[in-house]
Structures are given as structure tokens and as C-alpha cells.
């Protein structure tokens, strides 16, 4: 079982629409949270940071649910610019790697 | 403010050959990460250094060896290059933890 999985996608939708990504994660003693934008073959890029008590950030507002080991990102209002890839991303307490998802792809359509 | 700076780019090798990548942290930070990026997949954590020392090491075998400079530089090595080594390869760097990560825009390796 992957650490860290995600939905592939593509998730295609329109401008203005609402979508959701969602993450598992399989080790119980992750402590940091993160999601990760990373455009077509460009680095990754910090998106927020994820804590217990969910947080938002603009149009993003991001969810962690521990004990179904489980994070969301919700993103309102898709822009064009959204479209990219999402990773999820999560830390060992007693780690230094990050440890990451494979990604979701995002596709907003005019 | 210069962010992380890598070098080279892109980079074409022949399969069996060695190979140098460089990386240059953002002001400030002392620690580098490398992490090897495959195609459609998630960045993989190869190690990483700190204090001139290797901290952590991710599952790479020992054909993946670094160093850290005094200016906190560093260098990812690649010895006897295999076809699926060709990657993108990502340096991080950080000041702690707390304070996040950032990330190199990559050196594209092809192995041939």
C-alpha cells in the first residue's frame, strides 16, 4: 500500500465550479500536512500548509480528518490558473522527508 | 532574494556513465533535501544533509551519494546510470521544518 494516495484524475470542470481532491494516508504518526501545487514540469510549489482544525486560504480551504487518516482540498471559484497538478504531502514527526501523493491533475475548461 | 538554484538544467548520459548535479539553497537555509521526480509520479525523498553530514537517507541505493559545501551547496552523484534513473531531480531547502520547504526548479536527467 502507497503512504501517501490520491485520485489520479483528470478532474475536468468548468470556470466558477467547486471541486474537491481528496488523500489518504496509511502511517498514523504523520504530524505535518500539506498540499502542493506543481504546474507541467515545474517544481512543486507550497499551496497551505493543513492543520487539525481545518484552515482556508482564499478560494482554498483545506481538511484533516485523523482519525480516518484522510485530507481534503476544496478549491471555490475555479480559475483557468488553477489547472495543474495537486499533491498531497505528509511528514513523520520523527522524520525529515516529506513523504508524496502522485498527484492530482486539475483541468479548468473556459 | 534568490530562491534554489540548480544546475544543469537538463542533462543527456549514456547508460554506465556518472553524473554531478548541483544546488544552491535559498538565502538563509541551511539544509538541502533531493528528492527524484519519475514521470507522473510524486517527488521520492533521496536524502538529505546538514551540517555537511547526511541526516536522513530515503530507499536509493548507495549508486546515490551527496555532499554538503560549508556555503550549504550541495551535490547529488549518480554513479553507473541506469535508464531508470532518468528523472527530474528536485533539490529542497529549508531552515526548519516549521518554516517549510523550497524547491529548485529541477535538473531533467535523461539516461540513454
Known amino acids: 500500500r502507497k503512504e501517501v494516495e490520491q485520485d489520479p484524475g483528470p478532474f475536468n470542470v468548468p470556470e466558477g ?3 474537491a481532491f481528496n488523500c489518504t494516508y496509511s502511517n498514523s504518526a504523520s504530524q ?3 498540499w ?3 504546474d507541467c514540469r515545474k517544481e512543486p510549489k507550497l499551496l497551505m500548509s493543513v492543520y487539525s482544525s481545518g484552515n482556508e486560504d482564499g478560494r482554498f480551504t483545506a481538511q484533516l480528518n485523523r482519525a480516518s487518516q484522510y485530507i481534503s482540498l476544496l478549491i471555490r471559484d475555479s480559475k483557468l490558473s488553477d489547472s495543474a497538478t495537486y499533491l498531497c504531502v505528509v511528514n513523520l514527526d520523527s522524520s525529515y522527508k516529506l513523504i508524496f501523493g502522485s498527484g492530482t491533475r486539475l483541468l479548468v475548461r473556459p | 532574494d534568490a530562491g534554489v538554484t540548480q544546475s544543469p538544467t537538463h542533462l543527456i548520459k549514456t547508460r554506465g556513465q556518472q553524473v554531478t548535479l548541483r544546488c ?3 538565502s538563509g537555509h541551511d539544509t538541502v533535501s533531493w528528492y527524484q521526480q519519475a514521470l507522473g509520479q510524486g517527488p521520492q525523498f533521496i536524502f538529505q544533509y546538514y551540517e555537511e553530514e547526511e541526516r536522513q537517507r530515503g530507499n536509493f541505493p548507495d549508486r546515490f551519494s551527496g ?3 560549508p556555503n550549504y551547496s550541495s551535490e547529488l552523484n549518480v554513479n553507473a546510470l541506469l535508464l531508470g534513473d532518468s528523472a527530474l531531480y528536485l533539490c529542497a531547502s529549508s531552515f526548519d521544518r516549521a518554516s517549510g ?3 529548485g526548479s529541477g535538473t531533467r536527467l535523461t539516461v540513454v
Do not use: C, D, L, N
Request: overall charge positive.
Open chain 1, 36 to 38: 502542493y501545487r506543481q
Open chain 1, 32 to 34: 505535518s500536512f500539506f
Open chain 2, 101 to 103: 520547504y523550497t524547491f
Open chain 2, 24 to 26: 544552491s539553497p535559498k
Open chain 2, 67 to 69: 555532499h554538503q559545501f
Open chain 1, 17 to 19: 465550479a467547486t471541486v
